[in-house]
């Protein structure tokens, strides 16, 4: 195993100068397991959140925040995985696009302590003509809801750890693997907001994809070789983009041609070489005019419909 991490590392940085051909075997690394131990520094108080401990790894750190500074049992809480990366570097989204890999979390939680699913925030665009991927540069912040039993003990302080495998990307890609945690007091009285990590949440929110105005439909047309999302919006949109949510549905490196009509448009949506089984709800993140991000979930038909799914 530390042969074989020593050999992508090599022919990843043979290809430095040529981004698609290290980009390309972004793949291989999805599948192989290489993966080095990116926390060797090991763990470091955080300067500023509670009980939060960060992790440095190469072009980059981690750390597990709290959003409240101790855990009411019985009540609902959130957490935040929250990365800064160096310039230029990024991790991937939960569909990583063409290639790469998202953040794999693994919990160690106490008893009475359970963990949500990620809230993942809207992607970005990353990559080149012909091989996109999508996920985030510089501070983004993965947030987790947990949840707590009405019989968590106030005597004792939970320590929640998270176990990640992520893989980190410039012109090169360094897979590793990393451990985070942070500990909280366990008291029967409302949580009180970190005031540290105020802003952070609320950045991580404000990324989030949201649900589309009620007024908005969707729905998708299946064609041979193509997917058509119809969108009635009540209003001409000149500009839009659909991340799929699942990979090997739709084809990412083709331009998403746009047709744009009074009401809406409609975005044809190459389907992908990988594609296997029947698409019968096509789910994504639209991004329309810049900077706004909305949840698609539609129903896909044979042959065209008018747009009457609802945006999800």
């Not at 939680?109 to 540069?137: C, F, H, M, N, Q």
């Not at 949580?191 to 908005?216: C, G, H, N, Y």
Request: hydrophobic letters at 40%.
């Amino acid at each position: 195993m530390g042969r074989a991490s020593y050999l992508v590392r090599t022919m990843c940085a043979y290809y430095e100068k040529i981004t698609v051909g290290c980009r390309a075997m972004r793949r291989l690394l999805r599948y192989g397991g290489f993966f080095l131990f990116l926390g060797a520094a090991g763990q470091l108080l955080h300067p500023s959140f509670a009980g939060a401990q960060s992790q440095k790894f190469s072009h980059g750190t981690v750390a597990l925040v709290a959003e409240r500074s101790w855990i009411d049992p019985g009540q609902d809480f959130t957490l935040g995985l929250h990365f800064s990366l160096e310039n230029g570097w990024h991790i991937y989204w939960v569909n990583p696009g063409d290639s790469g890999q998202p953040p794999r979390v693994a919990w160690t939680l106490p008893d009475g302590i359970t963990a949500g699913t990620i809230e993942w925030p809207a992607p970005r665009k990353l990559g080149t003509p012909s091989i996109v991927d999508y996920g985030y540069e510089g501070d983004v912040t993965l947030l987790v809801p947990m949840r707590s039993s009405a019989n968590l003990n106030t005597k004792d302080t939970a320590t929640v750890k998270a176990s990640l495998r992520l893989l980190i990307c410039k012109d090169i890609c360094i897979p590793g693997k990393t451990e985070v945690s942070v500990e909280l007091p366990v008291k029967m009285q409302p949580a009180q907001p970190d005031q540290a990590a105020e802003r952070v949440f609320a950045e991580a929110r404000s990324r989030l994809p949201q649900a589309a105005p009620s007024v908005w439909k969707f729905s998708v047309s299946e064609e041979k070789d193509a997917f058509i999302l119809m969108a009635h919006t009540g209003q001409r949109v000149a500009q839009a983009y659909f991340f799929p949510i699942e990979e090997s549905e739709v084809q990412n490196a083709p331009q998403q041609k746009l047709t744009a009509q009074a009401a809406g448009f409609e975005l044809t949506l190459r389907k992908s070489d990988e594609l296997t089984k029947p698409v019968t709800r096509l789910k994504g993140v639209l991004q329309v005019s810049g900077d706004h991000f909305y949840l698609v979930d539609a129903p896909v038909t044979h042959g065209k419909t008018a747009a009457g799914g609802p945006g999800l």
